[in-house]
């Protein structure tokens, strides 16, 4: 008797199942809600750093003004959309419609689409307002 291990069998779906754009999504939408925690935290920061006077805040200002705090703030922004694009889909699914595979692919990359947009369309005009 050898103490190899045995080779066990792979459960099937594994051998017939594939990513679907439905599936990445509701998956994305739980990493943006744990995103969207994180910039809970940083607006709770932001709050403190206020209140807290002139030279915190600066330095609060300067983190997020710099290249690495406008990514973070483009990712938050990404998130809140596409957080709230997928929850209406989810909403939309709830109602008890919305089932049909060709109609909930067509949702998923409206959600992604929307996502996109909208992120894109607030930078641009965060960006000609002079806000960034």
Known sequence: M???????PLSPHTTIWR????AITSILHRATGCAL?????????????????????GTFKA??????GKVVLFGLTLSTFY??????????????TGYNLKTATMGSIAVIAFAIAAT???????????AL
């Open 37 to 57: 925690y994180g910039g809970g935290l940083i607006l709770a920061i932001w709050a403190i750093t206020l209140a807290a006077g002139p030279e915190a805040y």
């Open 2 to 8: 050898t103490d190899a291990p045995r080779e066990r």
């Open 83 to 96: 957080h709230l694009a997928k929850g209406v889909q989810h909403l939309i699914w709830d109602a008890g």
């Open 19 to 22: 990513w679907h754009v439905t």
């Open 63 to 68: 983190v997020m003004g710099s290249p690495l």
């Open 120 to 130: 894109l369309a607030v930078w641009f005009i965060a960006a000609m307002t002079g």
